[in-house]
Nanobody
Framework: QVQVVESGGGLVQTGDSLRLSCEAS????????MSWFRQAPGRSREFVCG?????????YSESVKGRFTISSVNTKNTLVYLQMNSLKPEDTAVYYC???????????????????WGQGTQVTVSS
């Protein structure tokens, strides 16, 4: 069973930056496809961004495009970062890291596409 741990959340002010980390245990010779989701109070969980198993392709929701960057530090995608710049109060949410061994993921935005999830890390942006 793959263990996923997110870290790096906290309380920041509007316009600040924050970097989240996601570390997944290695259980296969195959690389992971990894994504970030978030859930704001009273709202359903939503896709934020994802990186494919090759590390070459990244995908972003419109709400974070140009401000957030997902990256991986190794070929297995077992350590993934989410750099968040120009944070806004509407970015306040619990951020979850999710992954799958599916190599050519078709539906990044669907939660059901992922096999393992972290417990989440809280990001609060004050105005």
């Amino acid at each position: 069973q793959v263990q996923v741990v997110e870290s790096g959340g906290g309380l920041v002010q509007t316009g600040d930056s924050l970097r989240l980390s996601c570390e997944a245990s290695e259980h296969s010779f195959l690389p992971y496809t990894m994504s970030w989701f978030r859930q704001a109070p009273g709202r359903s969980r939503e896709f934020v961004c994802g990186i494919d198993s090759t590390g070459r392709y990244v995908y972003y929701s419109e709400s974070v495009k140009g401000r957030f960057t997902i990256s991986s530090v190794n070929t297995k995608n077992t350590l993934v970062y989410l750099q968040m710049n120009s944070l806004k109060p509407e970015d306040t949410a619990v951020y979850y890291c999710a992954g799958t061994l599916t190599q050519r993921l078709a539906e990044y935005r669907r939660e059901i596409s992922y096999d393992f999830w972290g417990q989440g890390t809280q990001v609060t942006v004050s105005s």
